[in-house]
């Protein structure tokens, strides 16, 4: 079963906007965690943020976690093209990751 | 090796027929798993090894579903009778098993299973 949900399903911006994903869990987590996907393959690890934590930072990534809400988000500033694929977050639960069906996200040059 | 590899890419097979798939995960990461993804979703977990044991098989959706890992690299996933629901990409991350819950898994590129 799944247990997170990303927002928006889809999110089309142009290059050099911000993106900003939304993802909700149900159940309390380790962590939580936020992957691209390209083509329907290759998961790509961008951010973990522990369950303790409020808010990370990698390079033009901004991640912030609200535990009380159970809801977390992605901020990508500055998009480029490269940046198009689809954003998966997952939560740590025992050992597993649950995962969200993901959004979207298309950067027009 | 340099990631975590799968094979094959592509499978195609009818109704019925047994398949295997076979990852290979990082070179000393002693946690692997594996998920399956279908079209517009999430991918959904499988199972979980650590070392050559599966710690758990919570997500394996029946008992045509069978994975090993017998020497505590390489791991293989069996599907029996395969039916078409089956059809999916099947994918492998593996972990280093050293920091407890919750550390960073490194996906493989996945198998995409057709099942006519």
């Known amino acids: 079963s799944q247990q997170g949900e990303e927002d928006p399903q889809a999110l089309s911006i142009q290059e050099g906007e911000n993106a900003t994903m939304n993802c909700s869990y149900k159940?309390?987590?380790?962590?939580l965690q936020w992957y691209r996907q390209n083509s329907g393959r290759g998961l790509v690890h961008l951010i973990l943020?522990?369950?303790n934590e409020r808010e990370k930072h990698s390079g033009r990534l901004r991640v912030t976690l609200d535990t009380s809400k159970k809801s977390s988000s992605l901020l990508i500033t500055a998009s480029r093209a490269a940046d198009t694929a689809s954003y998966f977050c997952?939560?740590?639960?025992?050992?597993?990751?649950?995962w969200g069906a993901g959004t979207k996200l298309i950067i027009k040059p | 090796g340099a990631g975590v590899s799968q094979t094959p890419s592509n499978k195609v097979t009818e109704k019925g027929k047994y398949v295997e798939l076979r990852c290979d995960p990082i070179s000393g990461h002693t946690a692997l798993y594996w998920y399956r993804q279908s079209l517009g979703q999430g991918p959904e977990f499988l199972i979980y090894?650590?070392?050559?044991?599966?710690?758990?098989d919570s997500g394996l959706p029946n008992d045509r579903f069978f994975a090993v890992r017998p020497e505590g690299s390489v791991s293989t996933l069996k599907i029996q009778r395969t039916e078409r629901g089956d059809s999916a990409v099947y994918l492998c991350a593996s972990s280093s098993g050293t920091s407890g819950v919750g550390e960073t898994q490194y996906f493989g590129p996945g198998t995409r299973l057709l099942v006519l």
């Open positions: 997952a939560t740590v639960v025992n050992y597993q990751l649950i």
């Open positions: 943020i522990r369950s």
């Open positions: 159940t309390s987590i380790n962590n």
């Open positions: 090894f650590q070392g050559t044991g599966a710690a758990d």
